[in-house]
C-alpha cells in the first residue's frame, strides 16, 4: 500500500537558518512525490514536484527537494528560511497512473525562530 | 479570484443533521478532488471527478456521504446523518488533466476548505 512518512512532528530553526524537512515513501510503482504548504486559513499550495529526471528539484520560495529511490526519500530542504515559512508542509505521493488521487503524510509544523 | 472556491467555509451543525458543502473550481479544469483533513492530520483522498464522471471514490466515503458534479462544473458533497467523527475540513481542489493515463501528473489547486464541526 501506498504510504507517506513525516517523522518530525514539528521543527522549530532559527530564521535565517537551512531547514531540512524529512519524508520516506513506501510505493509499488514508479511515483509521483510533492511537496504542499499550508498556512494557517489557506489552502493547500504546491511547493514542488517530482515525476522524472534531474533528482533534484526546484520550487517556488526558494525550496528544493532531492529523490532519492534508494532510500525512498524525497526531503524538503531551503538554505535559509524567512519568518514567512512558518507554516505545516506535507509531503505527498501520487500513482503514475489510473487514477489521480494523492496520498499525504501527517506533515510537519515548522517554527521559526526570531 | 479565479482560484478554487468554496462554500461555506464554516458550518456548525448538530448530531443526525445533513450538510451540504459546494465547491467551484478553476473554470477549465476538468478534474475535480474532495479530501478531509482532521486536526494533526494530512489530507485523505475521499473521491474525484473527471468532467460530471465519478471515477473513483475511496473507502473513507462511507453510504452516508454522496458527491456529484451534473454539469462538470462546480460539485456538491452531502453528509447525510451526521456524526460527531465527521468533524473535520473539507477540501476540494482542481486540475486539468490533458492525458489519458489518468496519473496524478498535474498540479491539484486546493480550495481554503470548508470547517465542519458536528455537535
Known amino acids: 500500500a501506498q504510504s507517506v512518512t513525516q517523522p518530525d512532528i514539528h521543527i522549530t530553526v532559527s530564521e535565517g537558518a537551512s531547514l531540512e524537512l524529512r519524508c520516506n515513501y513506501s510505493y509499488g510503482a514508479t511515483p509521483y512525490l510533492f511537496w504542499y504548504v499550508q498556512s494557517p486559513g489557506q489552502g493547500l499550495q504546491l511547493l514542488l514536484k517530482y515525476f522524472s529526471g534531474d533528482t533534484l528539484v526546484q520550487g517556488i520560495k526558494g525550496f528544493e527537494a532531492e529523490f532519492k529511490r534508494s532510500q525512498s526519500s524525497f526531503n524538503l530542504r531551503k538554505p535559509s528560511v524567512h519568518w514567512s515559512d512558518a507554516a505545516e508542509y506535507f509531503c505527498?505521493?501520487?500513482?503514475?497512473?489510473?487514477?489521480?488521487?494523492?496520498?499525504f503524510g501527517s506533515g510537519t509544523r515548522l517554527s521559526i525562530r526570531p | 479570484d479565479t482560484g478554487v472556491s468554496q462554500n461555506p467555509r464554516h458550518k456548525i451543525t448538530k448530531r443526525g443533521q445533513n450538510v451540504t458543502f459546494r465547491c467551484d473550481p478553476i473554470?477549465?479544469?476538468?478534474?475535480l478532488y474532495w479530501y478531509r483533513q482532521t486536526l494533526g492530520q494530512g489530507p485523505e483522498f475521499l473521491t474525484y471527478f473527471q468532467n460530471e464522471a465519478q471515477l473513483e471514490k475511496s473507502r473513507l466515503l462511507s453510504d452516508r456521504f454522496s458527491a456529484e458534479r451534473p454539469k462538470g462544473s462546480f460539485s456538491t458533497l452531502e453528509i447525510q446523518r451526521t456524526e460527531q467523527g465527521d468533524s473535520a475540513m473539507y477540501l476540494c481542489a482542481s486540475s486539468l488533466e490533458l492525458g489519458t493515463s489518468g496519473g496524478a501528473h498535474n498540479e491539484q489547486f486546493f480550495g481554503p476548505g470548508t470547517r465542519l464541526t458536528v455537535l
Open positions: 505527498a505521493v501520487g500513482r503514475y497512473s489510473s487514477a489521480s488521487k494523492i496520498i
Open positions: 473554470s477549465e479544469h476538468n478534474r
